[in-house]
Protein backbone atom coordinates (compact mmCIF):
# COMPACT_ATOMS: atom_id res chain seq x y z
CA UNK A 1 0.00 0.00 0.00
CA UNK A 2 1.37 3.75 -0.99
CA UNK A 3 0.27 5.17 2.12
CA UNK A 4 1.82 2.81 4.36
CA UNK A 5 5.22 3.45 5.87
CA UNK A 6 7.82 0.32 5.34
CA UNK A 7 7.02 -2.57 7.17
CA UNK A 8 9.47 -5.27 8.64
CA UNK A 9 11.95 -6.49 6.36
CA UNK A 10 10.46 -9.82 5.37
CA UNK A 11 13.97 -11.16 4.98
CA UNK A 12 17.44 -10.23 5.54
CA UNK A 13 18.88 -8.06 2.91
CA UNK A 14 22.24 -8.13 2.20
CA UNK A 15 23.67 -5.14 0.09
CA UNK A 16 26.65 -6.12 -0.67
CA UNK A 17 26.03 -9.36 -2.31
CA UNK A 18 23.08 -7.22 -4.48
CA UNK A 19 25.60 -5.69 -5.43
CA UNK A 20 27.01 -8.27 -6.67
CA UNK A 21 24.39 -8.57 -9.37
CA UNK A 22 25.16 -5.36 -10.60
CA UNK A 23 28.16 -5.76 -12.83
CA UNK A 24 28.77 -1.53 -13.33
CA UNK A 25 29.08 -1.08 -9.89
CA UNK A 26 32.26 -2.82 -9.58
CA UNK A 27 33.82 -0.41 -12.08
CA UNK A 28 35.96 2.27 -11.25
CA UNK A 29 35.66 6.41 -12.37
CA UNK A 30 38.71 8.36 -12.53
CA UNK A 31 40.40 6.18 -10.83
CA UNK A 32 37.77 5.90 -7.81
CA UNK A 33 34.86 3.40 -6.93
CA UNK A 34 31.77 4.50 -8.46
CA UNK A 35 29.39 5.72 -6.23
CA UNK A 36 26.55 6.14 -8.38
CA UNK A 37 23.96 8.31 -6.37
CA UNK A 38 22.13 9.30 -9.45
CA UNK A 39 19.42 6.57 -9.66
CA UNK A 40 16.49 8.74 -9.44
CA UNK A 41 17.43 9.93 -13.19
CA UNK A 42 18.44 6.11 -14.78
CA UNK A 43 18.96 3.06 -12.15
CA UNK A 44 21.36 0.66 -12.96
CA UNK A 45 20.83 -3.31 -14.36
CA UNK A 46 21.16 -5.78 -12.44
CA UNK A 47 22.79 -9.16 -14.37
CA UNK A 48 19.02 -10.73 -14.65
CA UNK A 49 17.96 -8.16 -17.02
CA UNK A 50 21.28 -7.54 -18.98
CA UNK A 51 20.99 -11.46 -19.52
CA UNK A 52 17.84 -11.87 -20.24
CA UNK A 53 18.03 -9.35 -22.83
CA UNK A 54 20.85 -10.96 -24.52
CA UNK A 55 19.30 -14.35 -23.91
CA UNK A 56 16.21 -13.36 -26.07
CA UNK A 57 18.06 -12.30 -28.62
CA UNK A 58 20.47 -15.47 -28.76
CA UNK A 59 18.02 -18.19 -28.50
CA UNK A 60 14.48 -16.34 -28.95
CA UNK A 61 13.71 -13.79 -30.80
CA UNK A 62 11.32 -12.70 -33.40
CA UNK A 63 8.53 -10.32 -33.94
CA UNK A 64 5.53 -10.27 -32.08
CA UNK A 65 1.81 -10.68 -33.20
CA UNK A 66 2.37 -12.00 -36.39
CA UNK A 67 4.13 -15.02 -37.35
CA UNK A 68 2.70 -18.14 -37.27
CA UNK A 69 6.12 -19.34 -36.58
CA UNK A 70 7.53 -21.06 -33.04
CA UNK A 71 9.79 -18.41 -32.84
CA UNK A 72 7.36 -15.38 -33.30
CA UNK A 73 4.40 -17.41 -30.57
CA UNK A 74 7.18 -18.08 -28.17
CA UNK A 75 8.65 -14.54 -28.45
CA UNK A 76 4.92 -12.96 -28.39
CA UNK A 77 4.51 -14.97 -25.36
CA UNK A 78 7.41 -13.48 -23.29
CA UNK A 79 6.35 -10.24 -24.50
CA UNK A 80 2.79 -10.68 -23.34
CA UNK A 81 3.69 -12.38 -20.21
CA UNK A 82 4.82 -9.15 -18.71
CA UNK A 83 2.13 -7.24 -19.67
CA UNK A 84 0.59 -9.84 -16.89
CA UNK A 85 3.85 -8.93 -14.28
CA UNK A 86 3.19 -4.87 -15.17
CA UNK A 87 -0.43 -5.81 -14.40
CA UNK A 88 0.41 -7.60 -11.42
CA UNK A 89 2.78 -5.32 -10.30
CA UNK A 90 0.23 -2.18 -10.09
CA UNK A 91 -2.26 -4.41 -9.15
CA UNK A 92 -4.52 -3.54 -12.08
CA UNK A 93 -7.52 -5.15 -12.43
CA UNK A 94 -6.91 -6.56 -15.93
CA UNK A 95 -3.57 -6.90 -17.95
CA UNK A 96 -5.70 -5.61 -20.84
CA UNK A 97 -5.64 -2.06 -19.24
CA UNK A 98 -1.75 -2.30 -19.61
CA UNK A 99 -0.27 -0.50 -22.57
CA UNK A 100 3.70 -0.04 -23.48
CA UNK A 101 4.92 2.83 -24.44
CA UNK A 102 8.68 4.03 -25.12
CA UNK A 103 8.71 5.88 -21.28
CA UNK A 104 6.79 7.77 -18.90
CA UNK A 105 6.92 10.87 -21.05
CA UNK A 106 5.55 8.95 -23.87
CA UNK A 107 2.62 7.93 -21.65
CA UNK A 108 1.29 11.31 -20.25
CA UNK A 109 2.05 12.20 -24.35
CA UNK A 110 -0.71 9.27 -25.35
CA UNK A 111 -3.23 10.54 -22.29
CA UNK A 112 -3.12 14.21 -22.86
CA UNK A 113 -3.79 13.61 -26.91
CA UNK A 114 -6.05 10.81 -26.66
CA UNK A 115 -7.66 11.54 -23.88
CA UNK A 116 -7.11 15.19 -23.76
CA UNK A 117 -8.44 15.60 -27.41
CA UNK A 118 -10.36 12.99 -27.73
CA UNK A 119 -12.55 12.75 -24.52
CA UNK A 120 -11.88 16.29 -22.34
CA UNK A 121 -14.29 19.21 -23.78
CA UNK A 122 -11.93 22.36 -24.43
CA UNK A 123 -13.35 24.19 -21.25
CA UNK A 124 -12.34 20.98 -18.85
CA UNK A 125 -9.69 22.02 -16.97
CA UNK A 126 -6.26 20.18 -16.67
CA UNK A 127 -4.78 20.37 -12.80
CA UNK A 128 -1.18 19.83 -11.89
CA UNK A 129 1.18 20.73 -9.47
CA UNK A 130 4.01 22.96 -9.03
CA UNK A 131 6.37 20.13 -8.26
CA UNK A 132 6.12 17.93 -11.71
CA UNK A 133 8.37 16.67 -14.19
CA UNK A 134 8.93 18.51 -17.51
CA UNK A 135 7.28 15.52 -18.70
CA UNK A 136 3.88 16.30 -16.54
CA UNK A 137 3.67 20.00 -17.93
CA UNK A 138 4.36 20.61 -21.49
CA UNK A 139 2.63 18.07 -23.06
CA UNK A 140 -0.46 19.73 -21.14
CA UNK A 141 0.61 23.14 -22.33
CA UNK A 142 0.56 21.53 -26.03
CA UNK A 143 -3.05 20.53 -24.90
CA UNK A 144 -4.13 23.53 -24.06
CA UNK A 145 -2.23 25.36 -27.17
CA UNK A 146 -4.09 23.03 -29.12
CA UNK A 147 -7.51 22.15 -27.45
CA UNK A 148 -8.09 24.95 -25.15
CA UNK A 149 -8.11 22.94 -21.90
CA UNK A 150 -7.01 25.41 -19.65
CA UNK A 151 -3.93 24.40 -16.91
CA UNK A 152 -4.26 24.88 -13.65
CA UNK A 153 -1.18 24.44 -11.01
CA UNK A 154 -1.55 23.43 -7.44
CA UNK A 155 0.94 24.88 -5.28
CA UNK A 156 3.35 23.01 -3.00
CA UNK A 157 4.58 24.42 0.57
CA UNK A 158 7.61 25.28 2.00
CA UNK A 159 7.95 22.52 3.34
CA UNK A 160 7.62 20.70 -0.29
CA UNK A 161 4.24 19.14 0.31
CA UNK A 162 1.55 19.63 -1.93
CA UNK A 163 -0.74 22.49 -0.95
CA UNK A 164 -3.91 20.09 -0.21
CA UNK A 165 -6.52 23.33 1.24
CA UNK A 166 -5.03 25.23 -2.15
CA UNK A 167 -5.59 21.59 -4.55
CA UNK A 168 -9.08 21.16 -3.18
CA UNK A 169 -9.69 24.57 -3.73
CA UNK A 170 -8.58 24.75 -7.19
CA UNK A 171 -10.68 21.77 -7.83
CA UNK A 172 -13.73 23.38 -6.61
CA UNK A 173 -13.31 26.20 -8.08
CA UNK A 174 -12.29 25.09 -11.68
CA UNK A 175 -13.77 22.47 -13.97
CA UNK A 176 -11.26 20.54 -14.08
CA UNK A 177 -11.22 17.07 -15.91
CA UNK A 178 -8.36 15.86 -15.15
CA UNK A 179 -5.63 15.71 -12.31
CA UNK A 180 -2.19 14.57 -13.33
CA UNK A 181 0.66 14.58 -10.36
CA UNK A 182 3.72 13.10 -9.64
CA UNK A 183 3.59 10.60 -7.13
CA UNK A 184 7.14 10.83 -5.71
CA UNK A 185 9.05 14.57 -6.50
CA UNK A 186 12.34 13.72 -8.39
CA UNK A 187 13.86 16.71 -6.98
CA UNK A 188 12.46 17.01 -3.27
CA UNK A 189 11.80 13.21 -2.98
CA UNK A 190 7.96 13.82 -1.59
CA UNK A 191 5.52 11.57 -2.00
CA UNK A 192 1.96 13.01 -2.92
CA UNK A 193 -0.91 11.44 -0.68
CA UNK A 194 -2.13 9.76 -3.79
CA UNK A 195 -5.40 8.32 -2.25
CA UNK A 196 -6.17 12.08 -1.30
CA UNK A 197 -5.36 13.56 -4.76
CA UNK A 198 -7.44 11.00 -5.95
CA UNK A 199 -10.71 10.85 -3.58
CA UNK A 200 -10.73 15.24 -3.95
CA UNK A 201 -10.48 14.90 -7.68
CA UNK A 202 -13.05 12.37 -7.87
CA UNK A 203 -15.49 14.25 -5.73
CA UNK A 204 -14.91 17.22 -7.78
CA UNK A 205 -15.94 14.87 -11.00
CA UNK A 206 -12.08 14.72 -12.34
CA UNK A 207 -10.26 11.75 -13.46
CA UNK A 208 -6.34 12.22 -12.11
CA UNK A 209 -3.60 10.36 -13.28
CA UNK A 210 -0.16 9.78 -11.28
CA UNK A 211 3.15 9.81 -12.92
CA UNK A 212 5.22 7.10 -10.89
CA UNK A 213 8.36 7.49 -12.64
CA UNK A 214 10.00 7.55 -9.13
CA UNK A 215 7.18 6.01 -6.70
CA UNK A 216 6.89 2.73 -8.83
CA UNK A 217 10.98 2.34 -7.57
CA UNK A 218 10.50 2.44 -4.01
CA UNK A 219 7.27 1.17 -2.78
CA UNK A 220 4.80 -1.07 -3.47
CA UNK A 221 2.33 0.46 -6.37
CA UNK A 222 -1.27 -0.43 -6.17
CA UNK A 223 -3.53 1.53 -8.61
CA UNK A 224 -6.57 -0.13 -7.11
CA UNK A 225 -5.88 1.19 -3.78
CA UNK A 226 -5.11 4.44 -4.42
CA UNK A 227 -7.87 4.74 -6.78
CA UNK A 228 -6.31 5.90 -9.71
CA UNK A 229 -7.74 6.36 -13.05
CA UNK A 230 -4.38 6.36 -15.12
CA UNK A 231 -0.84 5.56 -13.78
CA UNK A 232 2.64 5.96 -15.61
CA UNK A 233 5.97 5.05 -15.06
CA UNK A 234 9.47 3.91 -16.63
CA UNK A 235 11.52 0.95 -16.97
CA UNK A 236 14.85 2.40 -17.06
CA UNK A 237 14.41 4.01 -13.60
CA UNK A 238 12.83 0.44 -12.51
CA UNK A 239 16.09 -1.29 -12.77
CA UNK A 240 14.81 -1.70 -16.71
CA UNK A 241 16.26 -1.09 -19.59
CA UNK A 242 15.72 2.27 -21.49
CA UNK A 243 12.80 2.21 -23.88
CA UNK A 244 10.42 0.83 -22.32
CA UNK A 245 7.50 2.33 -20.55
CA UNK A 246 4.23 1.58 -19.06
CA UNK A 247 0.13 3.19 -19.29
CA UNK A 248 -2.38 1.88 -16.84
CA UNK A 249 -5.87 3.36 -17.18
CA UNK A 250 -8.97 1.98 -16.57
CA UNK A 251 -10.43 0.08 -19.28
CA UNK A 252 -13.94 2.31 -19.50
CA UNK A 253 -11.19 5.19 -19.97
CA UNK A 254 -8.78 3.56 -22.89
CA UNK A 255 -12.27 2.32 -24.40
CA UNK A 256 -13.01 5.55 -25.30
CA UNK A 257 -10.01 7.31 -26.18
CA UNK A 258 -8.86 7.14 -30.12
CA UNK A 259 -5.26 6.15 -30.88
CA UNK A 260 -2.32 8.36 -30.31
CA UNK A 261 -0.06 6.74 -33.07
CA UNK A 262 -1.69 4.84 -35.96
CA UNK A 263 0.21 1.94 -37.78
CA UNK A 264 0.50 -1.90 -38.08
CA UNK A 265 -0.23 -3.94 -34.71
CA UNK A 266 -2.91 -1.06 -33.63
CA UNK A 267 -5.45 -1.94 -36.62
CA UNK A 268 -7.99 -4.51 -37.18
CA UNK A 269 -8.67 -4.26 -40.45
CA UNK A 270 -7.28 -1.37 -42.74
CA UNK A 271 -8.38 -0.71 -46.73
CA UNK A 272 -7.51 2.91 -48.01
CA UNK A 273 -11.36 4.11 -47.10
CA UNK A 274 -10.79 3.41 -43.68
CA UNK A 275 -9.28 1.46 -40.80
CA UNK A 276 -10.50 0.17 -37.64
CA UNK A 277 -8.81 -0.34 -34.41
CA UNK A 278 -7.54 -3.44 -32.24
CA UNK A 279 -8.61 -4.00 -29.39
CA UNK A 280 -7.01 -1.64 -26.25
CA UNK A 281 -4.20 -2.34 -25.52
CA UNK A 282 -3.20 -3.00 -28.57
CA UNK A 283 -5.20 -0.16 -30.27
CA UNK A 284 -2.15 1.99 -28.37
CA UNK A 285 0.86 -0.08 -29.32
CA UNK A 286 1.24 0.60 -33.10
CA UNK A 287 4.35 -0.83 -35.27
CA UNK A 288 6.66 -3.07 -33.95
CA UNK A 289 6.97 -2.50 -29.95
CA UNK A 290 10.01 -2.23 -27.72
CA UNK A 291 9.99 -6.48 -27.52
CA UNK A 292 13.60 -7.22 -25.74
CA UNK A 293 13.11 -3.46 -23.71
CA UNK A 294 9.90 -4.99 -22.24
CA UNK A 295 11.57 -8.43 -21.43
CA UNK A 296 14.23 -6.33 -20.01
CA UNK A 297 11.17 -5.16 -17.95
CA UNK A 298 9.70 -8.36 -17.15
CA UNK A 299 13.23 -9.52 -15.59
CA UNK A 300 13.26 -6.24 -13.98
CA UNK A 301 9.87 -6.52 -11.62
CA UNK A 302 11.21 -9.80 -11.53
CA UNK A 303 14.38 -9.07 -9.56
CA UNK A 304 12.44 -6.24 -7.50
CA UNK A 305 9.24 -8.49 -6.37
CA UNK A 306 12.25 -11.37 -5.60
CA UNK A 307 14.00 -9.03 -2.78
CA UNK A 308 10.89 -7.50 -1.69
CA UNK A 309 9.39 -3.97 -1.57
CA UNK A 310 9.27 -4.23 2.15
CA UNK A 311 12.41 -4.96 2.10
CA UNK A 312 13.46 -2.18 -0.51
CA UNK A 313 11.15 0.69 1.33
CA UNK A 314 13.00 -0.62 4.75
CA UNK A 315 16.79 -0.19 3.34
CA UNK A 316 16.61 2.86 1.17
CA UNK A 317 14.01 4.57 4.52
CA UNK A 318 17.76 3.61 6.26
CA UNK A 319 19.30 5.26 3.83
CA UNK A 320 17.34 8.26 3.52
CA UNK A 321 17.36 8.71 7.42
CA UNK A 322 21.24 8.40 7.37
CA UNK A 323 21.67 10.97 4.71
CA UNK A 324 19.68 13.48 5.83
CA UNK A 325 21.06 12.88 9.12
CA UNK A 326 24.49 13.18 7.94
CA UNK A 327 24.55 16.53 4.64
CA UNK A 328 22.33 18.33 7.47
CA UNK A 329 25.26 18.63 9.71
CA UNK A 330 27.67 19.79 7.36
CA UNK A 331 27.79 23.62 7.95
CA UNK A 332 26.56 25.67 5.06
CA UNK A 333 24.99 22.54 3.12
CA UNK A 334 20.81 23.17 2.89
CA UNK A 335 18.62 20.27 2.01
CA UNK A 336 15.62 21.15 -0.46
CA UNK A 337 12.26 20.47 1.26
CA UNK A 338 11.53 18.73 4.22
CA UNK A 339 8.01 16.81 3.84
CA UNK A 340 6.77 14.21 6.35
CA UNK A 341 6.59 11.63 3.71
CA UNK A 342 9.55 11.47 1.55
CA UNK A 343 11.93 8.75 -0.35
CA UNK A 344 15.53 8.42 -0.78
CA UNK A 345 16.28 11.45 -2.98
CA UNK A 346 17.95 14.64 -1.72
CA UNK A 347 17.98 17.87 -3.13
CA UNK A 348 20.59 20.64 -1.12
CA UNK A 349 22.85 23.53 -1.91
CA UNK A 350 25.94 24.83 -0.35
CA UNK A 351 26.55 28.24 0.81
CA UNK A 352 29.85 29.50 -1.90
CA UNK A 353 29.30 26.85 -4.20
CA UNK A 354 27.17 26.10 -7.38
CA UNK A 355 25.88 22.70 -8.03
CA UNK A 356 27.82 22.63 -11.08
CA UNK A 357 30.93 22.86 -9.21
CA UNK A 358 29.68 20.31 -6.19
CA UNK A 359 28.77 18.27 -8.77
CA UNK A 360 32.41 18.34 -10.81
CA UNK A 361 34.48 17.84 -7.85
CA UNK A 362 32.48 14.72 -6.37
CA UNK A 363 32.89 13.30 -9.92
CA UNK A 364 36.91 14.06 -9.41
CA UNK A 365 36.07 11.39 -6.22
CA UNK A 366 34.05 9.10 -8.36
CA UNK A 367 30.71 10.09 -6.84
CA UNK A 368 27.97 10.92 -9.48
CA UNK A 369 25.57 12.66 -8.37
CA UNK A 370 22.79 15.21 -10.11
CA UNK A 371 22.90 18.91 -10.67
CA UNK A 372 20.59 21.39 -12.36
CA UNK A 373 17.07 22.08 -12.38
CA UNK A 374 16.26 18.25 -12.70
CA UNK A 375 13.45 19.02 -15.61
CA UNK A 376 11.66 20.93 -13.11
CA UNK A 377 12.45 24.49 -13.95
CA UNK A 378 8.48 25.60 -12.37
CA UNK A 379 9.72 24.38 -9.27
CA UNK A 380 12.85 25.52 -8.56
CA UNK A 381 11.78 29.31 -9.21
CA UNK A 382 9.15 28.58 -6.43
CA UNK A 383 11.80 27.47 -4.12
CA UNK A 384 13.57 30.38 -5.62
CA UNK A 385 16.87 28.31 -6.63
CA UNK A 386 18.37 28.56 -10.07
CA UNK A 387 19.59 24.70 -9.30
CA UNK A 388 20.42 21.95 -6.88
CA UNK A 389 22.99 18.44 -6.84
CA UNK A 390 21.02 16.09 -6.04
CA UNK A 391 21.69 12.60 -4.70
CA UNK A 392 19.21 9.78 -4.98
CA UNK A 393 19.39 6.24 -3.52
CA UNK A 394 18.13 2.61 -5.17
CA UNK A 395 18.41 -0.47 -3.75
CA UNK A 396 22.18 -1.10 -4.20
CA UNK A 397 23.09 1.82 -2.36
CA UNK A 398 24.88 1.80 0.85
CA UNK A 399 25.48 3.49 3.90
CA UNK A 400 29.15 3.78 3.55
CA UNK A 401 28.30 5.81 0.19
CA UNK A 402 26.26 8.13 1.88
CA UNK A 403 29.43 8.48 4.20
CA UNK A 404 31.29 9.02 1.32
CA UNK A 405 29.21 11.54 0.10
CA UNK A 406 28.99 14.02 2.92
CA UNK A 407 32.89 13.34 3.83
CA UNK A 408 33.47 14.66 0.28
CA UNK A 409 30.95 17.34 0.61
CA UNK A 410 32.72 18.63 3.59
CA UNK A 411 35.85 19.07 1.49
CA UNK A 412 33.92 20.55 -1.36
CA UNK A 413 32.95 23.18 1.23
CA UNK A 414 36.15 23.66 2.51
CA UNK A 415 37.76 24.22 -1.82
CA UNK A 416 35.01 26.72 -2.43
CA UNK A 417 34.89 28.75 0.90
CA UNK B 1 43.28 27.99 0.64
CA UNK B 2 41.80 26.48 3.75
CA UNK B 3 41.61 23.06 1.95
CA UNK B 4 43.83 20.93 2.85
CA UNK B 5 45.05 18.66 0.36
CA UNK B 6 46.48 15.88 2.45
CA UNK B 7 43.07 15.45 3.51
CA UNK B 8 41.74 14.99 0.12
CA UNK B 9 42.62 12.28 -2.28
CA UNK B 10 45.98 13.99 -3.41
CA UNK B 11 45.12 12.75 -7.35
CA UNK B 12 41.80 14.22 -7.34
CA UNK B 13 43.14 17.09 -5.73
CA UNK B 14 45.67 17.69 -8.38
CA UNK B 15 43.33 16.88 -11.10
CA UNK B 16 40.38 18.98 -10.11
CA UNK B 17 42.94 22.32 -9.74
CA UNK B 18 43.52 21.96 -13.00
CA UNK B 19 39.83 23.07 -13.77
CA UNK B 20 39.88 25.07 -10.53
CA UNK B 21 43.00 27.40 -10.84
CA UNK B 22 43.20 30.08 -8.00
CA UNK B 23 42.61 32.35 -10.97
CA UNK B 24 39.37 31.18 -11.67
CA UNK B 25 38.38 30.30 -7.94
CA UNK B 26 39.23 34.13 -7.16
CA UNK B 27 37.10 35.52 -9.82
CA UNK B 28 34.43 32.77 -10.07
CA UNK B 29 34.17 33.67 -5.80
CA UNK B 30 34.07 37.53 -6.58
CA UNK B 31 33.55 38.88 -10.17
CA UNK B 32 34.92 42.58 -10.12
CA UNK B 33 33.13 43.43 -13.50
CA UNK B 34 30.34 41.96 -12.65
CA UNK B 35 27.90 45.02 -12.74
CA UNK B 36 24.59 46.47 -14.99
CA UNK B 37 26.19 49.34 -17.01
CA UNK B 38 23.46 52.07 -16.27
CA UNK B 39 24.56 53.78 -19.70
CA UNK B 40 24.72 51.14 -22.48
CA UNK B 41 24.73 50.60 -26.46
CA UNK B 42 23.94 46.93 -26.57
CA UNK B 43 22.47 44.37 -24.41
CA UNK B 44 22.23 40.72 -24.68
CA UNK B 45 21.48 37.66 -22.58
CA UNK B 46 22.39 34.20 -22.86
CA UNK B 47 21.08 30.66 -20.95
CA UNK B 48 22.18 27.17 -20.60
CA UNK B 49 18.79 25.53 -20.74
CA UNK B 50 19.77 22.27 -19.46
CA UNK B 51 21.45 24.58 -16.08
CA UNK B 52 19.59 27.41 -15.47
CA UNK B 53 22.69 29.65 -15.72
CA UNK B 54 21.70 32.78 -17.11
CA UNK B 55 24.45 36.16 -18.03
CA UNK B 56 23.58 39.24 -19.32
CA UNK B 57 25.95 40.95 -20.59
CA UNK B 58 25.76 45.21 -22.06
CA UNK B 59 28.71 47.14 -23.69
CA UNK B 60 29.58 50.67 -23.93
CA UNK B 61 30.99 51.71 -27.30
CA UNK B 62 33.85 53.86 -27.39
CA UNK B 63 34.00 56.70 -29.87
CA UNK B 64 36.63 55.03 -32.30
CA UNK B 65 34.04 52.13 -32.69
CA UNK B 66 35.94 50.05 -30.10
CA UNK B 67 33.89 48.20 -27.08
CA UNK B 68 34.69 50.59 -24.30
CA UNK B 69 32.82 49.50 -21.37
CA UNK B 70 31.06 46.27 -20.51
CA UNK B 71 29.60 44.87 -17.57
CA UNK B 72 28.01 41.66 -17.05
CA UNK B 73 24.79 40.36 -14.59
CA UNK B 74 24.73 36.45 -14.10
CA UNK B 75 23.91 33.66 -11.93
CA UNK B 76 26.07 30.82 -12.39
CA UNK B 77 29.13 28.88 -11.05
CA UNK B 78 32.44 29.30 -10.67
CA UNK B 79 33.27 28.67 -14.14
CA UNK B 80 31.15 30.73 -16.01
CA UNK B 81 31.02 33.81 -13.07
CA UNK B 82 34.77 33.28 -13.87
CA UNK B 83 34.63 33.22 -17.48
CA UNK B 84 32.39 36.40 -17.47
CA UNK B 85 34.98 38.66 -15.44
CA UNK B 86 38.06 37.47 -17.24
CA UNK B 87 36.23 38.11 -20.48
CA UNK B 88 35.55 41.73 -19.59
CA UNK B 89 39.49 42.31 -18.48
CA UNK B 90 40.23 40.78 -21.79
CA UNK B 91 37.94 42.28 -24.47
CA UNK B 92 37.38 45.71 -23.21
CA UNK B 93 38.77 48.57 -25.38
CA UNK B 94 38.88 45.64 -28.47
CA UNK B 95 37.09 46.48 -31.63
CA UNK B 96 34.28 44.42 -32.11
CA UNK B 97 36.17 42.07 -35.27
CA UNK B 98 39.26 41.64 -32.29
CA UNK B 99 36.54 40.22 -29.98
CA UNK B 100 35.37 37.96 -32.54
CA UNK B 101 38.63 36.66 -33.56
CA UNK B 102 39.55 36.39 -29.22
CA UNK B 103 35.83 34.68 -28.86
CA UNK B 104 36.74 31.96 -31.48
CA UNK B 105 40.75 31.55 -30.25
CA UNK B 106 38.82 30.99 -26.99
CA UNK B 107 36.04 28.60 -28.12
CA UNK B 108 38.88 26.92 -29.41
CA UNK B 109 41.05 26.60 -26.31
CA UNK B 110 37.98 25.12 -23.73
CA UNK B 111 37.38 22.54 -26.50
CA UNK B 112 40.68 21.06 -27.18
CA UNK B 113 42.39 22.39 -23.93
CA UNK B 114 44.79 24.03 -25.94
CA UNK B 115 45.62 26.76 -28.80
CA UNK B 116 47.61 27.43 -31.82
CA UNK B 117 46.48 30.98 -31.46
CA UNK B 118 49.51 34.08 -31.06
CA UNK B 119 46.76 36.42 -30.04
CA UNK B 120 48.03 37.61 -26.92
CA UNK B 121 45.02 38.34 -25.57
CA UNK B 122 44.16 34.87 -25.10
CA UNK B 123 46.90 34.11 -22.57
CA UNK B 124 44.45 35.94 -19.52
CA UNK B 125 41.75 33.38 -20.12
CA UNK B 126 44.30 30.01 -20.24
CA UNK B 127 43.34 29.72 -16.95
CA UNK B 128 40.30 28.34 -17.81
CA UNK B 129 41.82 25.70 -20.41
CA UNK B 130 40.81 23.16 -18.02
CA UNK B 131 37.02 22.62 -19.02
CA UNK B 132 38.35 21.01 -21.70
CA UNK B 133 38.41 17.82 -19.78
CA UNK B 134 34.87 17.47 -18.84
CA UNK B 135 32.56 18.11 -21.68
CA UNK B 136 29.57 19.18 -19.59
CA UNK B 137 31.48 22.23 -18.63
CA UNK B 138 32.49 23.71 -21.94
CA UNK B 139 29.03 25.31 -21.99
CA UNK B 140 29.50 27.54 -18.67
CA UNK B 141 32.92 29.09 -19.95
CA UNK B 142 31.63 29.75 -23.46
CA UNK B 143 28.28 31.48 -21.98
CA UNK B 144 29.36 34.97 -21.51
CA UNK B 145 31.17 34.51 -24.84
CA UNK B 146 27.99 33.97 -26.54
CA UNK B 147 26.42 36.84 -24.78
CA UNK B 148 28.37 39.17 -25.57
CA UNK B 149 28.84 38.39 -29.40
CA UNK B 150 25.46 38.45 -29.38
CA UNK B 151 24.96 42.10 -28.24
CA UNK B 152 27.65 42.94 -30.70
CA UNK B 153 25.53 41.22 -33.41
CA UNK B 154 22.71 43.20 -31.93
CA UNK B 155 20.62 40.55 -31.07
CA UNK B 156 19.41 40.35 -27.50
CA UNK B 157 19.19 36.94 -26.97
CA UNK B 158 22.52 33.94 -27.14
CA UNK B 159 22.07 29.92 -26.74
CA UNK B 160 25.21 28.63 -25.94
CA UNK B 161 24.34 25.83 -28.02
Known amino acids: MNQIGPRIP ?23 KLVFLDSAASAQKPRAVIEAMSRAMETQYANVHRGLHWMSERTTDAYESVRDQVASLLNAPSRDEIVFTRNTTEAINLVAHSYGRGVLKP ?4 LISEMEHHSNIVPWQMLRDA ?33 AITHMSNVLGTYTPAARVAALAHQYGAKVLFDGSQAVVHRVTDVQAIDADFYVFTGHKLYGPTGIGVLWGRAELLDRMPP ?88 FTMDGAHAHDIATLLD ?30 ALYTTHAEIDALAESLARVRSFFQ | ?12 FDKVRD ?125 PWAALLAALDGDTEASSE
Open chain 2, 1 to 12: MSFDPMSFDPMS
Open chain 1, 260 to 347: FLGGGDMISSVSFEQSSWARVPHKFEAGTPAILEAIGLGAAISYVNDIGYDTIAAHEQSLTDHALATLSAIEGLHITGRAQDRGGVIS
Open chain 1, 147 to 179: HGNPLLVAPVTDAGELDMAAYESLLADGNVGLV
Open chain 2, 19 to 143: LYQDVILRHGRNPVHMQKLEVFDAAASGDNPMCGDRCEVRIKYAADGAVGKIGFDARGCAISMASADLMVEAATGCTPGDIRALASDFFGLVRTGDTASDNAALAALKPLCGVAEYPSRIKCATL
Open chain 1, 123 to 126: DQAV
Open chain 1, 364 to 393: RNGIAVRAGHHCAEPLMRRLGLDSTARASF
Open chain 1, 10 to 32: AAPFDVDRIRQDFPILSQTVRGK
